[in-house]
């Protein structure tokens, strides 16, 4: 992860003021510089007319708090009430404000993506737009990244929501992923979350994927750290998840512990399970020929012969599986030149 200046640290102070008389390249750099915010707020939105304008206030006492320049992109994510045009009464009032609509409803984690492409700012900071998280939480999370974390995660530690829909999945699923992925975070769930640019900015997001970009980042060699957030009760309009969200979170875990540790070779697992049905075949063979010559048990007495087909099959099945994806990963590495490993920090070594 490449160290980065503090964000705090104005932009003017790249520019030599003695060149900046009127019309110079220097001045030009100064005005650009200057429009490109400090913090980008990201917020998908669905659904989510009554929180909108009150959702803006909150925002714009704590965003005029941090003393930067700052972004809210609000993603509405085909809303079939009045949220755009909300939105768009936002927008016409504050340039700050900028709204992306979906022309259906995709869902939070592709808002989420459209907002992370648009935004400009050295750090970016996600959350809902329905004031469960609280605008008021930004600063605290802008100084853990002063500090020098890459990733601070929000911890909703009185979390106000149901406890049996909501609260023990969302304990358990937290407890499996922070053992399965080797990070321990209280809360994946928690929207509200800051972010380095460079952490995230690469990230494609798929299914759930959004609440695992603190894994991808540690693994990458990232800091990561959480502080406990404000959490409200939903005052206006409903949830859109009920409990089935806790078994695709648990699915896309295992998609993402898969890629990072068998992407590169994805033929030792499809291989070993190949192997290890083909040697139960071949054991079951043998087993069977013990019985037959030995105990003079013929083949069609015992389930041994159907046993031996099948996992003789399934294990040249597998194998050949490997080999495809195999193939498939090294097509989408070659294709997109992209490497197997990503460098920190070099030394003495001219960028290509
Ligand atoms: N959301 C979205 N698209 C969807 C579902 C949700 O943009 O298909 C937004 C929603 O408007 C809210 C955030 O994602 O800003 C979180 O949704 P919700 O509050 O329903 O989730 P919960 O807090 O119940 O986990
Ligand atoms: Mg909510």
Not at 179 to 201: M, T
Not at 245 to 257: A, Q, S
Not at 288 to 316: D, N, Q, S
Request: aromatic share 10%; glycine share 6%.
């Amino acid at each position: 992860m490449p160290s980065l200046t503090p964000i705090t640290e104005p932009n003017i102070s790249q520019v030599n003021v003695v060149d900046c008389a009127p019309g110079s390249d220097a001045l030009k750099e100064l005005r650009d510089d200057m429009t490109i915010p400090e913090i980008s707020v990201i917020i998908p939105v669905y659904n989510e007319e009554d929180n909108l304008e009150l959702l803006y206030e909150k925002l714009l006492i704590s965003l005029t708090g941090t003393k930067r320049t700052w972004e809210v992109i609000l993603i509405d994510d085909g809303s079939k009430d009045t949220s755009f045009a909300e939105l768009q009464k936002l927008a016409a009032n504050d340039k700050r404000i900028k709204v992306v609509r979906f022309v259906r409803n995709y869902g939070q984690t592709a808002a989420l993506a459209a907002g992370i492409e648009h935004a400009q700012g050295k750090v970016i900071i996600p959350m809902d737009a329905d004031l469960q998280n609280d605008p008021a939480d930004i600063n605290a999370l802008l100084d853990k990244i002063d500090e020098g974390y890459d990733v601070v995660s929000g911890w909703r530690k009185d979390r106000k929501d149901g406890l049996w829909l909501r609260l023990i999945p969302s304990w358990t699923a937290n407890k499996i992923i922070s053992y399965i992925s080797k990070v321990q975070l209280h809360d994946y769930g928690c929207s509200l979350k800051a972010y380095r640019r460079e952490v995230i900015k690469d990230v494609r997001l798929y299914g759930e994927m959004h609440r695992f970009v603190p894994i991808y980042a540690t693994w990458q060699g990232a800091k990561v750290t959480e502080i406990p957030v404000t959490h409200h009760a939903r005052q206006y309009g409903q949830s859109k998840y009920g409990i089935n969200r806790t078994f695709k979170v648990v699915l896309d875990l295992i998609t993402v512990k898969f890629m990072s540790t068998y992407f590169t070779k994805p033929i030792y697992v499809f291989g070993t399970a190949g192997m290890m049905s083909f040697l139960t075949g071949m054991a079951a063979f043998v087993w069977m020929l013990v019985l037959k010559f030995a105990y003079h048990t013929t083949f069609i007495e015992t389930p041994l012969p159907v046993l031996v087909c099948m996992f003789v099959m399934l294990g040249v099945q597998f194998i050949l599986m490997g080999l495809l994806a195999e193939i498939l990963m090294r097509t989408y590495h070659e294709s997109q030149d992209k490497k197997i490993y990503s460098v920190g920090e070099s030394i003495n070594i001219k960028k290509s």
